[in-house]
C-alpha cells in the first residue's frame, strides 16, 4: 500500500458524512480496506457516541472514538470513557450567571433553552421544547429538567445553548466576552448559529488527536486528518497532513494544508485513493 500515515482521523458531520448525513458506499469501501491494512481510522465528531453509532454502521472501526469534541474519548464504539473532561466549577458558575442574567432579560438577546452532559446523565431547562426524535437520536438517558436557580452539583461535561433565531449575535459576543474571556474560555456554534457550545477550554479535538494517538503508540505527524469546521482547525494544525474539505469554514480552510472535494463529492475517499495510487505523502 502506498500510503505513508499510520491513522487516518476523520471528522462526520460535514466531511465523512454527506449532506444526508449518511457515510457514502465509495467512502464506507475505501475506509474499511485501510482498516482491513491495519491503518486505524479515528471517528473526532461534537457528536455523542449514541448519534455516532447510528452514522457509522457498517464501518470497522475498533479504535478509540472522540465524542463531543475531545471531552469524551471512548475506547471504542461499544467502550467506556476513557478520558472525560469537565468543565471547571469557576467556569460552570460563570456560565449559570450569564444564563440568569440573560433569563432576567438583562440582555439583547434571549436564551431559548439550556442542555448539558453530566457524566449522570443529560439535564435540559425546557424538556418540552425537544423534538423527543433528534434527542433519542443523541442521547441514551432520560432528560433530567433544569431548575436553573438550583443547578445540580455534579460536574458537566459541555453546555448547548440555544438563542432564539434572532438573536443578536454581536451582542452574544459582546457578552460573552465579559463572561467567558477571563476564564480562558470560548463559545462555538459547532451546530450554526444560534446554537452555542461550550466545553473545557482545555480541550478541543487536537488535544484528543494527541491522546488517543499517544494511546496507539503513534505520533500526530504520522496521521493524515481531514475537517471541515472551526471545531476541526486544532485537529487540522496539528497532524502530519490536515486536509479540508471543499465546503469548509474558513477557519478549517485556513489552517488545513490541503484541500479535498466536498462532503457530497466523497472528498474524504476520493483524497485517499489519489495519496494510494500516487504512492506518495501529496
Ligand atoms: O455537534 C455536532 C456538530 O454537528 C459537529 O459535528 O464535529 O462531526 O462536524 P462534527
Ligand atoms: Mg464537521
Same mark, same amino acid.
Request: hydrophobic fraction near 40%; proline fraction near 3%.
Given at each position: ?27 464506507? /469501501? ?23 453509532? /447510528? ?14 469534541? =475531545? ?9 467506556? $470513557? ?40 443529560? #439535564? ?7 423534538? $423527543? ?5 443523541? #442521547? ?17 461535561? $459541555? ?51 494527541? #491522546? ?27 497532524? =502530519?497532513? =490536515? ?25 474524504? $475517499? ?13
Amino acid at each position: 500500500m502506498g500510503f505513508n500515515y499510520k491513522a487516518i482521523f476523520v471528522d462526520l458531520d460535514g466531511t465523512l458524512l454527506n449532506s444526508q448525513k449518511v457515510i457514502s458506499q465509495r467512502n464506507l /469501501k475505501c475506509l474499511n480496506e485501510f482498516i482491513d491494512n491495519g491503518i486505524p481510522v479515528v471517528i473526532a465528531t461534537g457528536r455523542t457516541l449514541k448519534s455516532v453509532k /447510528k452514522v457509522t454502521q457498517g464501518l470497522k472501526i475498533d479504535t478509540p472514538i472522540i465524542t463531543l469534541n =475531545g471531552n469524551d474519548i471512548r475506547k471504542s464504539i461499544d467502550g467506556y $470513557s476513557m478520558m472525560l473532561s469537565y468543565v471547571d466549577n469557576q467556569l460552570k458558575e460563570a456560565i449559570f450567571a450569564m444564563c440568569k442574567n440573560i433569563l432576567n432579560g438583562n440582555s439583547d438577546y434571549y436564551i431559548q433553552n439550556i442542555l448539558f452532559d453530566t457524566a449522570n446523565g443529560f #439535564y435540559c431547562l425546557h424538556p418540552n421544547l425537544l423534538d $423527543s426524535n433528534e434527542f433519542s437520536t443523541h #442521547y441514551d438517558s432520560d432528560v433530567k429538567e433544569l431548575d436553573i436557580d438550583n443547578p445540580p452539583a455534579e460536574s458537566i461535561v $459541555s453546555f448547548l445553548f440555544l438563542l432564539t433565531p434572532d438573536s443578536n449575535r454581536e451582542a452574544f459576543l459582546t457578552e460573552q466576552t465579559k463572561f467567558f474571556k477571563p476564564l480562558g474560555a470560548k463559545f462555538c456554534t459547532f451546530n450554526g448559529w444560534p446554537w452555542i457550545e461550550l466545553g473545557s477550554p482545555k480541550v478541543n479535538k487536537g488535544t484528543a488527536m494527541q #491522546y488517543v494517538c499517544d494511546y496507539l503508540g503513534i505520533n500526530m505527524k504520522d496521521v493524515i486528518a481531514f475537517g471541515d469546521g472551526e471545531n476541526d482547525v486544532e485537529m487540522l494544525a496539528e497532524a =502530519g497532513l =490536515g486536509v479540508a474539505m471543499a465546503n469548509a469554514d474558513l477557519h478549517a480552510l485556513k489552517i488545513a494544508k490541503a484541500k479535498a472535494l466536498s462532503n457530497d463529492e466523497d472528498g474524504v $475517499s476520493v483524497f485517499l485513493e489519489h495519496l494510494k495510487q500516487a504512492g506518495n505523502i501529496q
